[in-house]
């Protein structure tokens, strides 16, 4: 596979195997959708967008102020933006995670440490690197409590990262309690991961005031359309959509462990705090057990391309219980 393919891709995917249907299980978008009452063809689009009411929103969505939020074309764009702005020299990513990242890393010729968090997440990082941290991470999905980390980044005077991406789906801290602590933290959200609109671009960075006040002179006036904020405006106001998700995503993850342990294709499956479990085949590789399922039109993710991950390694993601039977009845 390629070095930094992701999931999803949904219509190569028919191509390829000449499917008219698909249970994609290997892309990590909430399978529950909020509830949107916008009639999107009487949405006025003649005027450039105003997105004051909009930066308010997604502030109080997460309990910060509107000056320490700066709003993207989505999470990688984020990414990207960031690097280039901190002019970073150096980068220590606890891997596996995001490959986004890497690769930002190798584009804009940035030397790259790589610490394995599955073996030493204590490690200390070079001095003055950017840290990136995902937590909840990926592929695993594991949460981690970062207070020690924090002190092991402070003494190594390090610009951190932290991806939070998947946090909401499993109600635990962000580290957004250590913004007033720690001036050099960077907080990246994906919203549209969590409200299942991948196709809507938008991505969320939370810091001090003075730093998104830096990074909001590089950036462009109009960078979201008219139906990417209108979208999420609709998302964000149900307001049970995230308990019902916390809920559903973790009923739903538990019967997906309980099922594939009473099988004997694993040799082990990695504890989850997400809506994707990690899970190390025993006696195929993932390429295997990809084509295997794939003729029957099912999608799982293949991890070989993550750092410290072999070829035994696969994501499947937690979806709807039919999409899960479909999984394990095949």
């Not at 195997?17 to 990590?28: A, E, P, R, T």
Request: glycine share 4%.
């Amino acid at each position: 596979m390629r070095e930094f393919e992701h999931g999803g891709d949904v219509k190569s995917f028919k191509k390829k195997y000449g499917l008219k249907s698909v249970v994609d299980l290997s892309s990590n978008i909430n399978f529950l959708k909020p509830k949107i009452k916008l009639d999107f063809n009487n949405l006025d689009i003649s005027s450039y967008p105003n997105y004051d009411s909009f930066y308010k929103q997604v502030a109080n969505h997460f309990g910060v102020k509107k000056s320490q939020i700066e709003l993207y074309n989505g999470g990688s764009s984020a990414i990207f933006s960031l690097f280039r702005l901190l002019e970073i020299k150096h980068c220590t990513i606890y891997s596996p995670a995001y490959l986004e990242y890497k690769r930002a890393a190798n584009l804009l010729d940035v030397e790259v440490s790589l610490i394995n968090r599955l073996e030493d997440v204590y490690k200390k990082p070079k001095k003055n690197s950017l840290v990136v941290f995902v937590n909840p991470s990926t592929p695993d999905g594991r949460y981690y409590d970062l207070k020690k980390l924090f002190k092991i980044w402070k003494k190594a005077d390090a610009t951190v990262l932290v991806d939070e991406s998947f946090l909401e789906f499993c109600d635990k801290k962000s580290s957004i309690e250590f913004l007033k602590e720690y001036k050099k933290l960077y907080i990246l959200k994906s919203m549209t991961k969590f409200y299942s609109c991948a196709g809507v671009r938008v991505g969320v960075v939370i810091s001090a005031k003075k730093n998104i006040k830096q990074l909001k002179k590089t950036e462009p006036l109009w960078k979201l359309s008219q139906f990417d904020i209108s979208y999420l405006s609709q998302a964000l106001k149900d307001k049970k959509f995230v308990k019902k998700t916390i809920k559903a995503t973790k009923q739903n993850r538990e019967f997906l462990v309980e099922s594939l342990k009473k099988t004997d294709k694993f040799e082990k499956i990695y504890k989850s705090e997400a809506n994707f479990i990690l899970a190390s085949l025993k006696n195929q590789t993932a390429k295997e057990f990809q084509e295997s399922l794939a003729k029957r039109g099912i999608m799982v993710r293949d991890c070989s391309n993550f750092d410290f991950l072999d070829e035994s390694f696969v994501r499947i993601a937690v979806k709807s219980r039919e999409s899960i039977n479909t999984l394990l009845n095949n």
